[in-house]
């Protein structure tokens, strides 16, 4: 694992295209489930919690599956990056590069949109713990948010730089207008659960 990372980051350093902003932010929201997998592991079995048992099965359970997902998102961000990149590299002259590269814009944004909204799907997740979680660990549901706050900021970018260029404004402006919806009220979540840990823990 530790030899898989060091790789990613020296690939995300270098002067190569991908994996990129957007590969980085499926990695930071992975980073950020797997927090509250974390957690709720650490809550699980334990007597002072019995009474929340089940619902921390679920988030077990849950943050697995959206772990996964979002780490199969790296890759998938690259590989729609790809065409995007030879779209760019075709000569103005040919008559087919505004479609191709229109087509290649629409791909592009979807994976940075699937990041967003894999990572939304923690925001439940995160009030839970909050309220249920172990409080020896209540710093690490903070720090979670953080992840997942930065994971969806830096997905919303990523669909507004593509959405940006493209010529069907009707396309551009729906996928805009949900990225701004769903970011805007997770990303508020996120700030608010940030806030309740460090309250409790200033106390």
């Given at each position: 694992m530790n030899e898989q990372l060091n790789v990613f980051i020296e690939k995300l350093s270098s002067k190569d295209p991908t994996p990129g902003g957007g590969g980085a932010s499926a990695l930071i929201g992975a980073i950020g489930v797997a927090l509250c997998s974390m957690v709720a592991n650490l809550t699980s079995g334990k007597k002072k919690y019995a009474q929340y048992q089940s619902d921390i099965e679920d988030v077990i359970v849950k943050t697995q599956t959206i772990m996964n997902n979002l780490l199969?998102?790296?890759?998938?961000?690259?590989?729609?990056?790809?065409?995007?990149a030879a779209a760019y590299g075709i000569p103005k002259s040919d008559q087919n590069r505004e479609k191709i590269l229109e087509?290649?814009?629409k791909n592009a944004c979807t994976v940075p949109f699937e990041i967003l909204c894999e990572t939304e799907k923690i925001m439940g997740i995160l009030e839970t713990l909050l309220v249920k979680g172990s409080r020896l660990a209540i710093s690490d549901v903070g720090v979670a948010a953080t992840a997942c706050r930065s994971?969806?900021?830096g997905a919303a970018l990523n669909v507004y730089?593509?959405?940006?260029?493209?010529?069907?404004r009707a396309y551009?402006?729906?996928i805009n207008g949900k990225t701004v919806f769903i970011s805007k009220q997770a990303v508020k979540r996120c700030h608010e659960i940030y806030e309740a840990v460090l309250n409790e823990l200033r106390r």
């Open positions: 199969s998102l790296i890759d998938k961000d690259a590989e729609v990056f790809a065409p995007l087509s290649a814009l994971a969806m900021e730089i593509n959405t940006k260029l493209m010529k069907d551009a402006d729906d």
